[in-house]
């Protein structure tokens, strides 16, 4: 087995490290299941993450456990498995430790993950530790006071998550059409959309999400016949501003408005209206992943007055956790315009994909890549199939 070591110095009042090599041979190994509880039950870890990112695990007498990283808290459970070794369970998975004690050095220990065998000493003083060194960065694993990279997986795909993100997406999309030329035109497009949470209760959020779309090309029908290609352009932006509440049973609720702005550079790649109306989402999250929908509907209430808008749009996503952060997962949107002809009104597609989320430096980021084929589009020009990269940083949050 290959020995992985990470040192950790924890502490109150010291700030010099202990050189390793005179502790090689000090260690002792802790067994009894009494010696183990009196170690965890009560204990208080910190860790530095990534940019002076503090994650805090605190372990209770009950067997309960939380982690808090990244204004996200990670619930945990934690037990001892005969009389050499803690476990400690999340939804996702469960590690064991086995622990030792430096006999030279009071309050000093080290912990030995059974699977993998990664090393981390610290020093517990008056039931806390806290990491006074500089310390290697948490890896997917998580650890005893870092979440891993399939809790935080698991967290992103909750509507009704306290983890903020900066989305980044990039849509290839291939259309079709009765007029003249529409199976050879295509588009690019760039989607960047934050998500900054505000809570307001454990169980309650704010969200004010705006999407500002980038066009790097895309071919537009012309009125004299043909297709234009437009680029680089600003499309429409588009915001929500809602609440959402997770219910008891792993329910989420959210209602709230929508709006998008016509801040289009190109008039053939916009509305030229603002829109307004209202917006709901319901979800269930579970331990093996999460299903809902989302829904607005936007009416036009300025702007060009010489036709109507009135489009009810949404999206339904639902995610599956396979572990070490991997997801299948889908995220599409769809809309049903009630003001075009009968053959246009729909744009609906289906979609399948995955989803990887690793800690890179001690910060999450997840990568995705998705497949929409449309099973409803515009008879006159809509699009046939789309494919979209994502990259998603977790960012610690301003407030």
Excluded at 74 to 102: L, M, P, Q
């Amino acid at each position: 087995m290959v020995m992985k070591f990470r040192w950790i110095e924890l502490s109150l009042p010291l700030a010099a490290a202990i050189p390793l090599a005179a502790l090689a041979d000090s260690w002792q190994p802790l067994t009894g299941a009494s010696t183990l509880r009196e170690l965890v039950s009560g204990t208080t870890a910190e860790i530095t993450l990534a940019h002076g990112v503090t994650a805090t695990g605190t372990y209770n007498a009950d067997g309960t456990a939380d982690i808090e990283a990244w204004n996200e808290t990670f619930k945990r459970t934690w037990r001892v498995e005969g009389d050499d070794r803690v476990c400690y369970s999340s939804t996702i998975a469960t590690h064991c430790y086995r622990f030792e004690k430096n006999v030279d050095v009071p309050g000093e220990y080290r912990s030995i993950h059974v699977d993998t065998g990664e090393v981390v000493a610290f020093r517990i003083v008056d039931a806390v530790a806290r990491a006074v060194g500089e310390a290697a960065p948490a890896d997917e694993d998580g650890g005893l006071a870092a979440p891993s990279a399939a809790e935080v997986a698991a967290a992103l795909s909750d509507p009704n998550t306290n983890l903020g993100s900066m989305n980044f997406q990039f849509d290839y999309i291939e259309f079709k059409g009765d007029i003249p030329g529409a199976d050879s035109a295509n588009a690019t497009r760039i989607l960047f959309q934050p998500s900054l949470p505000y809570k307001l209760t454990d169980t309650t959020n704010l969200f004010i999400r705006p999407a500002v779309p980038v066009v790097i090309s895309q071919d537009v029908p012309s009125s004299g016949g043909g297709f234009d290609s437009e680029g680089v352009e600003l499309g429409d932006v588009s915001t929500d501003a809602s609440l959402a509440k997770t219910l008891p049973g792993g329910f989420v609720v959210l209602g709230g408005l929508a709006a998008t702005f016509p801040t289009a550079t190109d008039d053939s790649l916009g509305l030229d209206q603002w829109l307004l109306g209202p917006e709901a989402a319901l979800a269930m999250v579970r331990p093996w992943g999460v299903v809902g929908v989302l829904v607005n509907h936007q009416w036009d209430i300025a702007g060009e007055g010489d036709y109507d808008t009135s489009i009810t749009a949404g999206q339904y996503f639902y995610a599956f956790n396979l572990g070490e952060g991997w997801q299948i997962n889908g995220s599409p949107t769809f809309a049903y315009n009630h003001q075009a002809a009968s053959d246009d009104k729909w744009t609906l597609p289906l979609a399948v994909g995955v989803s990887k989320t690793a800690i890179i430096g001690g910060r999450p980021w997840k990568f995705g890549v998705q497949y929409w084929h449309y099973v409803e589009s515009p008879d006159t020009f809509g699009p046939d199939y789309q494919i979209r990269f994502s990259i998603s940083p977790v960012v610690e949050l301003p407030w």
